[in-house]
């Protein structure tokens, strides 16, 4: 358990996780949508809606929670967003990174990297990213390619 | 008019629990009357040692390894099969009241349709179950109770004893009168703690079906799974100073050890608190530490749970009864696994395959209409011997509703004779966990008196570990004989059987690990 070990002094107590999603469709395409940082909602089905609001997000959670997200990097040249929650009641620590990796084929591997405290939160959080990384394939699959 | 089926179950409650199987502290004169009226198995198992493999066991009556629920924290889906389901369609009323847990309780997102009913005042139906009032060990969370208790009662939910500590584990904190973990005096009335909460709710129910409804009842107690936090004015029913230490729990830390040192290297890794495999134990509480009077302050504490479980069955009962139903209601009464409640020095549950966890109740009082001599019946045992699963739980409704029971079942009816014919005389457990960096898979078979585990290789075990217990000679399996030359035999031919019966996991396969439980 990352609490044990950390009170062992063998590592930080934090929880990480990667989910990722290979997806039939060229890179830059699916990074237009990860990209869009502010419409996280229509593929993320675990929120309600989302709005950008200056350098943060917003995202309402089916059950109602409002999430503040401090937006950290939206790179186009690697294809790296990345963000971080700001500290909640539940959530000390966080910080997310969403990469779109061209795999050449015109389909691309998505990764969703998670880490926080605390560390068995990122269980919870993995679950809701699986689904909506899910949903985005299906989502940028069922549309049309690009001609 | 058929059967009415009601299923009584408890969480995390030991074989010994009630008086018919031994238990000498706990008065439980309801479930005793119910078990002399009808049939007790003296060798239940369940399919898994956790909560939601389990209780998907019960609900869809198959194996772990099959309902793909492999560890708490994986959802059964919705649409999965559902021995509710199988009765609704058979035009049962259906109903479940209190611990549902096929669905996590950690739902940061408030994806999962059981934390969300009471949120949107929803009753159901869900899984098959018409009607869904849910609870769980305490006053968080978006369950039923949780949300009523807080609503009616806000003074009496801030007595529970907080199940999860600031980082979201197990909670390690000592309470009571020893610093026995996950022990607290509760203030709250006994009207509003959760075992008389869920009987009400099931009474109500109840009262508003026809008198010639069919009906399934799941009435699905919390405890007496921790935190041990009876309502505080029951604690006069028994005195932990006055309690014996458990017959399990081994009083000589040297002895101890030699026991722990000679099981998979696991076992003494937890007790030393070097390592916990499962979130199911809080991870800052090193078992090496308990002292014999925490024991029996937790036993105390079960006791007392179990005492007001009883009565609580016993409530239900008397309204069967008064709705004139009894010579027709089938009544199953069991639990989703076992606890260590002090055996080898430890507590709470885990990858530890032994009658601490394994050996459950199962009681089946079959509806008295149906087994009276000259009615063509066969009269049952007051006991069975053989060994019974969870995952006959759901088979045995179908037998009970006059259904056959579709082909995705994998258990058997329960016996009603030591001269079953043609039924598998073993079962089967199945453990697998893979969190944070710790993995482990256990396989379990009981049969012919013995009760064999195999290792599969993982992060702490290279598959050539197991245990190896004679339940007759062994009944608190102290000494294992795994690498007992002259049981090369026995064990070479159970672990043939266990082969057989359980493919080995297949981790791409799995449903999702969606949260810690």
Redesign the interface.
Same mark, same amino acid.
């Given at each position: 358990m990352g609490d044990l070990l950390a009170t062992l002094g063998l590592v930080a107590p934090f929880g990480s996780l990667r989910n990722d999603v290979r997806i039939h469709r060229p890179a830059d395409v699916v990074w237009a949508v990860i990209a869009d940082v502010g419409r996280v909602a229509d593929w993320f089905p675990s929120f309600q809606s989302s709005r950008l609001s200056g350098t943060q997000r917003i995202v309402v959670t089916r059950n109602g929670v409002s999430l503040v997200e401090n937006v950290l990097r939206v790179d186009h040249e690697q294809r790296r967003f990345q963000y971080s929650v700001v500290p909640n009641g539940a959530i000390r620590e966080h910080r997310a990174t969403v990469d779109v990796i061209d795999l050449g084929d015109e389909t691309c591997l998505v990764t969703y990297s998670t880490d926080m405290v605390p560390a068995v939160l990122v269980l919870a959080l993995g679950g809701g990213i699986a689904e909506a990384l899910e949903t985005l394939r299906e989502q940028l699959e069922a549309a049309p390619p690009a001609t | 008019m058929g059967r009415k089926i009601l299923l009584f179950t408890t969480d995390q409650q030991r074989y010994d629990a009630w008086g018919v199987n031994g238990g000498a502290v706990a008065r439980t004169p309801h479930v005793d009357a119910l078990a002399a009226a009808g049939t007790t198995y003296r060798r239940c198992h369940p399919q898994s040692v956790v909560c939601m493999p389990s209780r998907s066991t019960i609900i869809t009556g198959q194996h772990v390894s099959t309902h793909g629920v492999w560890m708490n924290?994986v959802?059964l889906p919705a649409e999965a099969p559902s021995i509710a389901r199988v009765l609704h369609d058979a035009g049962y009323r259906t109903a479940i009241f209190g611990k549902a847990h096929f669905e996590?309780f /950690? $739902? &940061? /997102?408030? #994806?999962f349709r059981e934390?969300?009913l009471a #949120?949107e005042a929803s009753t159901g139906p869900h899984r098959g179950f018409d009607h869904l009032e849910l609870a769980t060990h305490g006053p968080t969370g978006?369950l039923h109770y949780a949300m009523w208790l807080r609503a009616n009662h806000p003074e009496m939910a801030a007595g529970f004893y907080p199940v999860l500590d $600031?980082? /979201?584990?197990v909670n390690a904190a000592g309470g009571g009168d020893t610093g026995a973990p996950q022990v607290k005096s509760n203030p709250i009335a006994r009207e509003a703690y959760h075992t008389d909460w869920v009987a009400d709710r099931a009474m109500a129910w109840l009262d508003t079906l026809d008198a010639d409804a069919d009906w399934f009842c799941w009435v699905s107690f919390p405890d007496p799974h921790h935190p041990w936090n009876p309502p505080a004015s029951e604690r006069h029913r028994v005195d932990w100073r006055d309690l014996d230490l458990p017959a399990g729990y081994i009083a000589d830390p040297a002895t101890r050890e030699r026991v722990l040192d000679a099981k998979p290297r696991h076992w003494r890794q937890w007790y030393d608190g070097? &390592? !916990?495999a499962n /979130?199911e134990a809080p991870? #800052?509480w090193v078992p090496a530490t308990m002292t014999a009077d925490q024991v029996r302050e937790v036993n105390a504490n079960v006791h007392i749970e179990n005492e007001l479980l009883d009565e609580a069955i016993g409530r239900v009962m008397g309204r069967v009864r008064a709705r004139g139903w009894d010579q027709d209601t089938d009544v199953l009464i069991s639990t989703d696994h076992g606890e260590f409640q002090g055996d080898y020095g430890l507590l709470f549950k885990g990858p530890y395959h032994v009658d601490s966890l394994l050996r459950i109740p199962m009681i089946w009082r079959a509806a008295p209409s149906s087994t009276g001599i000259g009615a063509g019946q066969v009269v049952p045992d007051r006991t069975i011997d053989a060994p019974v699963g969870l995952v006959d739980l759901a088979p045995t409704m179908c037998a009970i509703a006059g259904i056959t029971p579709p082909d995705w079942m994998e258990g058997q009816p329960l016996p009603t004779t030591n001269a079953a014919p043609g039924r598998e005389s073993r079962v089967l457990t199945e453990w697998d966990s893979s &969190?944070?960096g !710790?993995t482990m898979a256990l396989r379990t078979i009981c049969r012919d008196g013995w009760l064999a585990t195999t290792y599969l290789p993982g992060t702490v075990h290279d598959g050539s570990e197991g245990e190896l217990y004679s339940l007759a000679d062994d009944p608190h399996q102290l000494v294992n004989r795994w690498n007992d030359p002259g049981l090369a035999g026995v064990q070479a031919d159970l672990c043939a059987d266990l082969r057989a019966a359980i493919a080995p996991p297949d981790r791409h396969a799995r449903r999702?690990?969606?949260?810690?439980v």
């Amino acid at each position: 358990m990352g609490d044990l070990l950390a009170t062992l002094g063998l590592v930080a107590p934090f929880g990480s996780l990667r989910n990722d999603v290979r997806i039939h469709r060229p890179a830059d395409v699916v990074w237009a949508v990860i990209a869009d940082v502010g419409r996280v909602a229509d593929w993320f089905p675990s929120f309600q809606s989302s709005r950008l609001s200056g350098t943060q997000r917003i995202v309402v959670t089916r059950n109602g929670v409002s999430l503040v997200e401090n937006v950290l990097r939206v790179d186009h040249e690697q294809r790296r967003f990345q963000y971080s929650v700001v500290p909640n009641g539940a959530i000390r620590e966080h910080r997310a990174t969403v990469d779109v990796i061209d795999l050449g084929d015109e389909t691309c591997l998505v990764t969703y990297s998670t880490d926080m405290v605390p560390a068995v939160l990122v269980l919870a959080l993995g679950g809701g990213i699986a689904e909506a990384l899910e949903t985005l394939r299906e989502q940028l699959e069922a549309a049309p390619p690009a001609t | 008019m058929g059967r009415k089926i009601l299923l009584f179950t408890t969480d995390q409650q030991r074989y010994d629990a009630w008086g018919v199987n031994g238990g000498a502290v706990a008065r439980t004169p309801h479930v005793d009357a119910l078990a002399a009226a009808g049939t007790t198995y003296r060798r239940c198992h369940p399919q898994s040692v956790v909560c939601m493999p389990s209780r998907s066991t019960i609900i869809t009556g198959q194996h772990v390894s099959t309902h793909g629920v492999w560890m708490n924290g994986v959802a059964l889906p919705a649409e999965a099969p559902s021995i509710a389901r199988v009765l609704h369609d058979a035009g049962y009323r259906t109903a479940i009241f209190g611990k549902a847990h096929f669905e996590p309780f /950690f $739902d &940061l /997102f408030g #994806r999962f349709r059981e934390n969300a009913l009471a #949120r949107e005042a929803s009753t159901g139906p869900h899984r098959g179950f018409d009607h869904l009032e849910l609870a769980t060990h305490g006053p968080t969370g978006s369950l039923h109770y949780a949300m009523w208790l807080r609503a009616n009662h806000p003074e009496m939910a801030a007595g529970f004893y907080p199940v999860l500590d $600031d980082h /979201f584990q197990v909670n390690a904190a000592g309470g009571g009168d020893t610093g026995a973990p996950q022990v607290k005096s509760n203030p709250i009335a006994r009207e509003a703690y959760h075992t008389d909460w869920v009987a009400d709710r099931a009474m109500a129910w109840l009262d508003t079906l026809d008198a010639d409804a069919d009906w399934f009842c799941w009435v699905s107690f919390p405890d007496p799974h921790h935190p041990w936090n009876p309502p505080a004015s029951e604690r006069h029913r028994v005195d932990w100073r006055d309690l014996d230490l458990p017959a399990g729990y081994i009083a000589d830390p040297a002895t101890r050890e030699r026991v722990l040192d000679a099981k998979p290297r696991h076992w003494r890794q937890w007790y030393d608190g070097t &390592l !916990v495999a499962n /979130f199911e134990a809080p991870p #800052r509480w090193v078992p090496a530490t308990m002292t014999a009077d925490q024991v029996r302050e937790v036993n105390a504490n079960v006791h007392i749970e179990n005492e007001l479980l009883d009565e609580a069955i016993g409530r239900v009962m008397g309204r069967v009864r008064a709705r004139g139903w009894d010579q027709d209601t089938d009544v199953l009464i069991s639990t989703d696994h076992g606890e260590f409640q002090g055996d080898y020095g430890l507590l709470f549950k885990g990858p530890y395959h032994v009658d601490s966890l394994l050996r459950i109740p199962m009681i089946w009082r079959a509806a008295p209409s149906s087994t009276g001599i000259g009615a063509g019946q066969v009269v049952p045992d007051r006991t069975i011997d053989a060994p019974v699963g969870l995952v006959d739980l759901a088979p045995t409704m179908c037998a009970i509703a006059g259904i056959t029971p579709p082909d995705w079942m994998e258990g058997q009816p329960l016996p009603t004779t030591n001269a079953a014919p043609g039924r598998e005389s073993r079962v089967l457990t199945e453990w697998d966990s893979s &969190l944070f960096g !710790v993995t482990m898979a256990l396989r379990t078979i009981c049969r012919d008196g013995w009760l064999a585990t195999t290792y599969l290789p993982g992060t702490v075990h290279d598959g050539s570990e197991g245990e190896l217990y004679s339940l007759a000679d062994d009944p608190h399996q102290l000494v294992n004989r795994w690498n007992d030359p002259g049981l090369a035999g026995v064990q070479a031919d159970l672990c043939a059987d266990l082969r057989a019966a359980i493919a080995p996991p297949d981790r791409h396969a799995r449903r999702p690990l969606v949260a810690p439980v």
